[in-house]
């Protein structure tokens, strides 16, 4: 993946920038490569660390999977810091609730690197993610090409939207609009929250919308990333 390889790339900056600091019984660099839940430490896990190691031989990650707690995201990074992390990776279960862990790793000299999801409130060295607008459009495009492959390119559409003025919904919005096709229902999810509420969130919006069309009376539902759509 070409995020992840740019990740790599991104945590090298961030620990010859501000010099390793290794344990106190290894000249080692580690890397705190801390994932929100299993979807992420499948996609991502794996590439990373193969990555990393092309990059840097001598580096070793220390890996953390949170199973969408909050909390045990925040021990396993506190764990990390006491290891002698060297740098933290943190793709957060919660943007706005990962703060504390970029503060504690501030206070400890540890630069962080915010990784597909930027944490909220708190300075972070490095954020490495996706080009949101462009996703949009992409998406946008693709599915009024299916659309109209199917003669249906007027839709009429349901929307899963990431919030009213996050750019990649708002790129889809308007791809949509210039394409010709008509928004039938609209419902935001915040990202800004753990994989199973998302989840929830996605399945209760398809169902208000399915009440309110009826099963047949939509032609496609646009969903912004994997998460929402499974």
């Known amino acids: 993946m070409l995020v992840v390889s740019l990740l790599a790339l991104a945590v090298l900056m961030a620990v010859n920038g501000c010099g390793s600091s290794g344990s106190a019984d290894s000249d080692e660099t580690k890397i705190a490569f801390l994932l929100p839940n299993d979807n992420a430490a499948q996609q991502d ?135 010709g096709a008509k928004v039938a229902k609209e419902y935001d999810i915040s990202e800004s929250t753990p994989e199973a509420a998302t989840f929830s969130a996605a399945k209760r919006e398809v169902r208000r919308a399915i009440d309110a069309l009826g099963a047949s009376g939509f032609a496609a539902i646009l969903a912004p990333d994997d998460e929402i759509a499974a």
């Open 45 to 179: 896990r794996d590439e990373f660390e193969k990555k990393a190691k092309g990059l840097c031989g001598e580096c070793k990650v220390l890996y953390g999977n949170a199973q969408d707690s909050v909390a045990r995201q925040e021990s396993q990074a506190e764990r990390a810091l006491a290891e002698g992390a060297d740098v933290l990776v943190v793709d957060p279960v919660d943007p706005a609730a990962a703060s504390p862990i970029a503060r504690k790793a501030r206070s400890a000299g540890v630069p962080v690197l915010s990784y597909d999801r930027l944490i909220q409130n708190a300075w972070v060295d490095y954020y490495v993610g996706f080009d949101r607008e462009t996703l949009g459009i992409l998406q946008a495009e693709y599915l009024l090409t299916e659309l109209e492959r199917e003669g249906k390119a007027k839709g009429p559409l349901v929307v899963l939207a990431l919030g009213p003025n996050e750019p990649q919904s708002v790129a889809v919005r308007k791809a949509l609009s210039s394409g």
